[in-house]
Antibody, heavy 115, light 110 residues
Framework: EVQLVETGGGLIQPGGSLRLSCAAS????????MTWVRQAPGKGLEWVSL???????YYADSVKGRFTISRDNSKNTLLLQMNSLRAEDTAVYYC?????????WGKGTTVTVSS | QSVLTQPPSVSAAPGQKVTISCSGS????????VSWYQQLPGTAPKLLIY???KRHSGIPDRFSGSKSGTSATLGITGLQTGDEADYYC???????????FGGGTKLTVL
């Protein structure tokens, strides 16, 4: 069964760092385009980042220079390193399989940036 | 302010049909494929339609998608109370080199 499970969320102070993980099962992360999408409380979906199977990466302007998407092929896991976190980064973070459309989504992990 | 424009809400009675519009520009909808997602309360989004009009695996044919120019439309027929959810359109934006979503439309089945 194809499945994605996100972990790593939590409460973090402004300016801090957090690394999110997305463990995949049923397929190989390194062979598939993968995406992070977030949703602030009561708000709509916001695309965060994309990594193509070939390794190219793209970022939303709101996170460029602060977030880094990558893969841990040995663990079949998608990663999102988040630095210099701000209050406006507070959201549920979803990982999803796909690039311009996302066919499989995880349940999400909550990141709260607050002092 | 979302790059793609959707109506904040739509409503219809059970058994009726509803359409949800998604308006963009030549840099996104006009030259790229559109997808649609359903998000039931408290759950992750679920893909309904991809490549403008292809239903994702397991999605009933009550759901349909279309695109014309720089706008796209999601249609839902035979409305059920279980269809009450937020619906989002999405596509690639070639100018931004980013995926863009609409602001979402809340469907109420009266």
């Amino acid at each position: 069964e194809v499945q994605l499970v996100e972990t790593g969320g939590g409460l973090i102070q402004p300016g801090g760092s957090l690394r999110l993980s997305c463990a995949a099962s049923g397929f190989t992360v390194s062979r598939i385009h993968m995406t992070w999408v977030r949703q602030a409380p009561g708000k709509g979906l916001e695309w965060v980042s994309l990594i193509y199977a070939g390794g190219s990466t793209y970022y939303a302007d709101s996170v460029k220079g602060r977030f880094t998407i990558s893969r841990d092929n040995s663990k079949n896991t998608l990663l999102l390193q988040m630095n210099s976190l701000r209050a406006e980064d507070t959201a549920v973070y979803y990982c999803a399989r796909g690039d311009y459309y996302m066919g499989v989504w995880g349940k999400g992990t909550t990141v709260t940036v607050s002092s | 302010q979302s790059v793609l424009t959707q109506p904040p809400s739509v409503s219809a009675a059970p058994g009726q049909k509803v359409t949800i519009s998604c308006s963009g520009s030549s840099s996104n909808i006009g030259n790229n494929y559109v997808s649609w997602y359903q998000q039931l309360p408290g759950t992750a989004p679920k893909l309904l339609i991809y490549d403008n009009n292809k239903r994702h695996s397991g999605i009933p044919d009550r759901f349909s998608g279309s695109k014309s120019g720089t706008s796209a439309t999601l249609g839902i027929t035979g409305l059920q109370t279980g269809d009450e959810a937020d619906y989002y359109c999405g596509t690639w934006d070639s100018s931004l080199s980013a995926v863009v979503f609409g602001g979402g439309t809340k469907l109420t089945v009266l």
